[in-house]
């Protein structure tokens, strides 16, 4: 969102919700694969019939706009790839919070009740984890991720995620 407000008067932004994120509806038995993920990124683009576009993304939405650009070289004149991750080997060199966190969410049995606890002081940790500046955390965002993160049924999708993260 703060990223939006640098780039507007040069460009016409599009800001996607991906399927189950943000404030998108969450589809029980909806795939959180990256062909599928990738799918909804394509949709948009062929369904406003964009053009030239420049596609942004950050970390999952930076793989997403890599991967939907080698497929629409028609359409994709760029790509900023912000923090692309690489998982699951990027889980792997994360921090031993994450590592244990991951690994807790997708264990079976407890991995639902897991899912759907996130203290604020446990997210803000895992999240400066992938900072080189570990200040720029805001806030706000922290707390915008913990209210999409109450969602019903998000914990579903987030387990969802973390599960599809080798596709």
Known sequence: RHLIALIQDRYTVYALDLPGMGYSQIVPGASYEEPAMRAAVKHLITRLDLRDVTLVGESMGAVLALTTAADMPERVRGVMAINPYDYAGGIKRSSFLARFIVTGVLAPFIGPVLAGVEPKPVMSAVLRGGLGDKTALREDYVDEL?????????????????ASLPS
């Not at 209210?147 to 995620?161: C, E, F, L, N």
């Open 146 to 162: 913990l209210k999409v993160g109450r969602r019903p049924g998000y914990s579903k999708v987030a387990r969802a995620v973390f």
